[in-house]
C-alpha cells in the first residue's frame, strides 16, 4: 500500500468498525499499541445490546444498529452476532423506584422501550431473584452480542476490502504536513496520510496531545466485574433460553447468568487514568454483596473479575468529527458503556462525516450532531 487515504489509531471495537467502513472505498491502515487488537475495554465488556440504553442520540444509534447487527453476519461471515436476552429493571426501595418510573416516563413510546411489569413475573422469568421487589419493567427485545465475533469479522473485513493491520505499532508521534499528517509508529516506521482517525478508546486525548490537538476533555472510568461460583445452578433456569439480565435500577448492581455461574458488576463509575485497568477487591465484595442480598444464591466464591474501561465526554455523548482548527485529525470517541451495542451505526455514520457524504437514511442526517464543540465538555 502506498500512501493511505486514512490512518486509523486504534484496534478496538470503534477503530475496527470505522476502518470498515472507510475501506470500502479508500486504502485504510489500523494501527494498534498492543500486541493484540482490542485488549482493553472490547475484550472487558458486559456485550449487550439494549434498547432504550444511554442518552437519547446514543438510544437512537442503538436502535439503528439493531437491523445492522443481522445485516453484518452475511456481509462479515460471522455467526449471529445478536443472542436473545430479555433485560429486567427492578427496584426495591423508594430511590429505585423513582429512577425506574424516570427511566420508563424518558423512553415511552420510543423503540424496544422498557415496559412495567409485575414484580412477580419478573421473579418468575428469573427464579434467581428473591422474592420482595417493589417495581419492575422489561426489554423484551434486547440481547447479548457475540463481541469477538463482532470484532474479529469487522478486522477481517477490513482486511478482505485491502486494509491493513499493524498490531504492536504505537503512534507515538503526530505532525502535520503541507498535505495532511504525519505518524510515526514505534520502530521507526512513518505514514503519512490525509485523514487520522483518533478512535484509541480511554486514550483518545493522549493521542490528541501527540499531535497538538485540542482535547475533548476525555474521562475514563472503571467498571469492575465478577464472575462468581453458584451453588444451586438450577436457580440460573427460567422459562427462556437465557436467564434475563438483572440491573437493579438504582445502578447499585446488576448480573447475568454465565454458564453455571453468575456475572455480576456493583454498576461503579470510578475516574480512572488510561491504562490496563485492575478490579479494585473492594469493588468485587461489594457486586458480591449486593447481589447476593438480592439473590440468596449463597454466593461465596469468586472466580476471577477484571476491570474494563468506559470513557465519557462531559455530555455522555460520543465525539464524531474534528476541531475547525485540526482538519484531517478526527475524533471517534467518548462511547461510554455503549461502544459495542452501537458500533454498527456509530461507525457507519462515522464513516459518512468523516469523507463528507450524508449518513445513511438510517442514521442521524445531522453531520455535526457529535462533532467536538466547547459547549459539549464543559458542562
Not at 476490502?161 to 509508529?185: K, Q
Not at 476525555?218 to 469492575?224: F, K
Not at 465526554?313 to 460520543?318: E, L, Y
Amino acid at each position: 500500500m502506498g500512501m493511505p487515504d486514512a490512518v486509523v489509531i486504534g484496534g478496538g471495537i470503534a477503530g475496527a468498525s470505522v476502518a470498515y467502513e472507510l475501506a470500502a472505498d479508500r486504502a485504510v491502515v489500523l494501527v494498534e499499541a498492543e500486541p493484540v487488537a482490542g485488549r482493553h475495554s472490547t475484550a472487558r465488556s458486559a456485550a449487550t445490546w439494549v434498547p432504550g440504553h444511554g442518552v437519547a442520540d446514543v438510544r437512537a444509534l442503538i436502535a439503528a444498529s439493531g437491523p445492522r447487527f443481522a445485516r453484518l453476519v452475511d456481509e462479515l461471515g460471522t455467526p449471529p452476532l445478536l443472542l436473545p436476552r430479555q433485560v429486567l429493571f427492578v427496584a426495591g426501595d423508594d430511590e429505585a423506584e423513582r429512577r425506574l418510573a424516570e427511566y420508563l416516563a424518558e423512553r415511552e413510546g420510543g423503540p424496544g422501550a422498557a415496559e412495567r411489569i409485575d414484580p412477580a413475573e419478573a421473579e418468575r422469568l428469573c427464579p434467581a431473584l428473591a422474592p420482595g421487589w417493589l417495581r419492575a419493567a422489561a426489554v423484551v427485545d434486547a440481547a447479548d452480542v457475540d463481541t469477538d465475533a463482532l470484532h474479529q469479522g469487522y478486522l477481517r473485513g477490513l482486511r478482505a476490502r485491502g486494509g491493513e493491520v499493524r498490531v504492536s505499532a504505537p503512534a507515538e508521534r503526530i505532525e502535520r504536513t503541507g498535505s495532511g499528517w504525519r505518524v510515526h509508529l514505534g520502530g521507526g516506521a512513518v505514514l503519512d496520510t490525509p485523514l487520522v482517525v483518533d478512535a484509541a478508546g480511554a486514550w483518545a486525548d493522549v493521542v490528541a496531545r501527540r499531535a497538538g490537538v485540542t482535547e475533548v476533555g476525555l474521562v475514563p472510568h472503571r467498571r469492575t466485574i465478577a464472575v462468581v461460583r453458584v451453588p444451586d445452578p438450577a436457580r440460573l433456569r427460567g422459562p427462556a433460553e437465557r436467564l434475563p439480565f438483572v440491573i437493579e435500577a438504582a445502578d447499585r448492581f446488576y448480573f447475568k447468568a454465565d454458564g453455571d455461574d453468575l456475572m455480576c458488576s456493583p454498576v461503579d463509575e470510578s475516574p480512572a487514568e488510561p491504562g490496563d485497568a485492575k478490579p479494585d477487591p473492594l469493588d468485587v465484595a461489594l457486586a458480591l454483596e449486593r447481589v447476593e442480598e438480592a439473590t440468596r444464591l449463597g454466593l461465596r466464591s469468586v472466580r476471577t473479575s477484571w476491570a474494563g474501561l468506559r470513557s465519557f465526554v462531559a455530555d455522555r455523548r460520543p465525539v464524531v468529527g474534528s476541531w475547525p482548527d485540526a482538519p484531517g485529525f478526527a475524533f471517534v470517541a467518548g462511547q461510554g458503556g455503549s461502544g459495542i451495542e452501537t458500533s454498527p451505526a456509530l461507525s457507519a455514520y462515522a464513516a459518512a462525516v468523516l469523507t463528507g457524504r450524508q449518513p445513511a437514511a438510517d442514521l442521524p442526517q445531522d453531520v455535526a450532531l457529535f462533532a467536538p464543540a466547547e459547549a459539549r465538555f464543559r458542562m
